[in-house]
Antibody
Framework: QVQLVESGGGVVQPGKSLRLSCAAS????????MHWVRQAPGKGLEWVAI????????FYADSVKGRFTISRDNSKNTLFLQMNSLRAEDTAVYHC?????????????????WGQGTLVTVSS | IQMTQSPSSLSASVGDRVTITCRAS??????LAWYQQKPGKVPTLLIY???TLHSGVPSRFSGSGSGTDFSLTISGLQPEDVATYYC??????????FGGGTKVDIK
């Protein structure tokens, strides 16, 4: 079955960096766009970034633009999120989510399934 | 685009008809999805295109609306429907915008 497993979260000081990974299985990874969506403790959902199926296009939320980089390795069925210059407000559970399309379609902005997430805590 | 859900929480009895509304700050046609997040679980897609049920979603869930005003209805609330429900705009994506969520529990 389709499975997404995130890793790489932890406690990090403000201004530091962290790299999240999302291992995908059970589907043809290189045909789907992928997203990162985060959820601060006790709060709602905030979309973070998208990458198209082939990595040719990426887009970011304003809140992370210039600090975060989404990438993928289709040979290893893995999605990444490089997070630099972390701030306290970046504290959240980070979920990877599969799109329902490969890129430039409306379906590419619907998410199913979602991974369980990895907690990132930014604190001194 | 801002997505505003109401109410922020509600409590209803088993079997009740429950309606959650979502308002977009500008017209988004029917590019609206609904997600369900059960306590301690990850979100799952319920409805897309404002009214199309995702595969495997029980028929007691329905969605309607177009433009700026949308609703999610549960026709006959079940204990397993206790969750927070989020609407999501994808008309102008990227970026993607979620509503603030509506928490539903059993009275």
């Amino acid at each position: 079955q389709v499975q997404l497993v995130e890793s790489g979260g932890g406690v990090v000081q403000p201004g530091k960096s962290l790299r999240l990974s999302c291992a995908a299985s059970g589907f043809t990874f290189n045909t789907y766009a992928m997203h990162w969506v985060r959820q601060a403790p006790g709060k709602g959902l905030e979309w973070v970034a998208i990458i198209w199926y082939d990595g040719s296009y990426t887009f970011y939320a304003d809140s992370v633009k210039g600090r975060f980089t989404i990438s993928r390795d289709n040979s290893k069925n893995t999605l990444f999120l490089q997070m630099n210059s972390l701030r306290a407000e970046d504290t959240a559970v980070y979920h990877c989510a599969r799109a329902l399309g490969g890129g430039g379609t409306a379906a590419s902005y619907r998410f199913d399934p979602w991974g369980q997430g990895t907690l990132v805590t930014v604190s001194s | 685009i801002q997505m505003t859900q109401s109410p922020s929480s509600l409590s209803a009895s088993v079997g009740d008809r429950v309606t959650i509304t979502c308002r977009a700050s500008q017209g988004i046609s029917n590019y609206l999805a609904w997600y369900q997040q059960k306590p301690g679980k990850v979100p799952t897609l319920l409805i897309y295109g404002a009214s199309t049920l995702h595969s495997g979603v029980p028929s007691r869930f329905s969605g309607s609306g177009s433009g700026t005003d949308f609703s999610l209805t549960i026709s006959g609330l079940q204990p397993e429907d206790v969750a927070t429900y989020y609407c999501q705009d994808y008309n102008s994506a990227p970026p993607v915008t979620f509503g603030g969520g509506t928490k539903v529990d059993i009275k």
